[in-house]
């Protein structure tokens, strides 16, 4: 089975959450899906696929480059004690961190994937998934 054929229901959400420049390639038996998701809850969309498919995200062949075009979102304020928050690829703590938001920064959320989980933009453009316990909607 290729890779395309096990994610495409992946793939087809994507097409038809209207992911725009959406391109999809494979090297080194690893599926790499890239776009522009036109909202937050598309992205969650794409990431509750993909569990479906792979649950806990562990077989490592899929990178999912997509990201949320859309800036237009409440504002959070970072609320760790002291240290930065970590941003990461998806919901979850066994995600690769991205990027990191400094305490008591503000970033933008994109959407609320879960109870845990916020998707998140900070005003330097990195885009990722922030746990939400340190996270203050102003």
């Known amino acids: 089975m290729s890779l395309q054929?096990?994610?495409k229901e992946l793939l087809e959400?994507?097409?038809t959450s209207e992911v725009n420049h959406?391109?999809?390639?494979?090297q080194d038996n690893v599926l790499y899906v890239d776009g522009d998701a036109p909202s937050?809850?598309?992205k969650d969309k794409l990431w509750n696929v993909y569990n479906k498919i792979d649950p806990d995200y562990r077989a490592g062949d899929l990178v999912m480059n997509v990201n949320v075009v859309?800036?237009?979102?409440?504002k959070a304020k970072?609320?760790?004690d002291q240290s930065n928050l970590n941003i990461r690829k998806g919901p979850g703590t066994d995600q690769p961190i991205?990027?990191?938001a400094a305490h008591n920064e503000m970033v933008t959320l994109l959407s609320k994937t879960n109870d845990q989980w916020y998707l998140i933009k900070t005003d330097a453009g990195e885009e990722g998934y922030a746990y939400a316990q340190y996270l203050t909607p102003q």
């Open 5 to 7: 054929d096990k994610y």
């Open 78 to 80: 970072v609320t760790t």
């Open 13 to 15: 959400t994507a097409k």
């Open 40 to 42: 937050g809850e598309v």
């Open 70 to 74: 859309s800036t237009a979102g409440q």
């Open 22 to 26: 959406l391109q999809v390639r494979e």
């Open 98 to 100: 991205v990027g990191k």
